[in-house]
């Protein structure tokens, strides 16, 4: 399932007049109280040397109130691989953030994550810490991702804008690796990436569409606004996202996503690997 350079031009067209962002939910649908999500991914990997098929399971606890937001996430993952390698893959990830918004509309955010990994050593036990700063429709965050051998900072600009009811964020990452060449797990790679990207998001009588593209190479990259983290060495080219959710009841609803990322693998400086992914999620409120 190659994607030739015409059709991913038309996608991303189609990403932006269908007013489409990525699953996770905007801050402004967020009601004050406490609420579980419930994350299964599919995972499956086209070309790649080390990967096959995994699922991706997740929980998340949320709770908001008076400005303060608080989220604890869980994540685990088993990956199946190739004979390449000595086991399959298991990870568990732990993340903890904290978001303060203001009556002026100023918001602060810190966060942590650390990462728990049985096969790639390069990263496991890295910690991920994250800081942000945002007023109104602009919001910056840095962060830091700090692994046994070698550093990445990574830094996000993003810009919100609210359009007869679409929602559209523009966002700029800038991605830095310190001490590469201390180790071949990121030797290979650039010391410097940037991507850019665009969410959009619109919802009419209980439903929501949701779309994402980036555009730009990144590699240990901090997506989804810290709660994910691409620790493996990948070089991410390309990436889409497609989704649609629907609110069941005022206390359940329910996500749908389906994406797809084009990547290298660094080390074995191996191109043209492609991942699909199919992800639904409930939202249970309480």
């Known amino acids: 399932m190659a994607i030739k350079g015409g059709y991913t031009g038309w996608l991303l067209i189609s990403l932006i007049a269908c007013g489409l962002l990525d699953a996770k939910e905007p801050e402004h649908h ?28 997740g929980v998340e606890f949320d709770h908001l109130s008076h400005g303060h937001h608080l989220q604890l996430y869980y994540e685990h993952t088993d990956t199946a691989t190739t004979a390449l390698l000595p086991k399959d893959l298991s990870v568990d990830k732990y993340t903890l953030k904290y978001r303060y918004k203001t009556a002026t509309k100023e918001h602060l955010m810190m966060l942590f994550s650390t990462i728990d990994d049985n096969l790639m050593k390069e990263t496991d036990g890295g910690k991920i810490y994250g800081v942000g700063y945002g007023y109104h429709a602009v919001e910056a965050s840095g962060y830091l991702s700090d692994y046994p051998h070698f550093n990445v900072y990574q830094g996000d600009l993003k810009y919100k804008h609210l359009w007869q009811g679409i929602e559209g964020t523009l966002i700029g990452k800038y991605i830095h690796l310190q001490d590469k060449n201390s180790n071949s797990f990121s030797q290979k790679a ?33 997506m989804k606004d810290g709660f994910k983290v691409q620790h493996h060495a990948m070089e991410f080219k390309e990436s889409y996202i497609l989704g649609i959710g629907h609110n069941l009841h005022k206390d359940l609803s329910v996500h749908l996503r389906y994406g797809y990322h084009t990547a290298k693998e660094v080390p074995s400086d191996h191109d043209n690997v492609h991942l699909e992914t199919l992800s639904i999620n409930g939202i249970f409120r309480f």
Do not use: C, P
Request: aromatic share 14%; proline share 0%.
């Open 190 to 222: 650039q010391s410097d990436y940037f991507t850019v990207g665009l969410r959009l998001h619109t919802h009419y009588r209980g439903w929501h569409l949701m779309g994402s593209g980036y555009l730009g190479k990144r590699m240990f990259a901090v």
């Open 30 to 57: 967020l009601h004050e109280g406490d609420n579980i999500k419930i994350d299964y991914d599919r995972l499956n990997f086209h070309n790649s040397l080390k990967k096959e098929d995994g699922a991706r399971y």
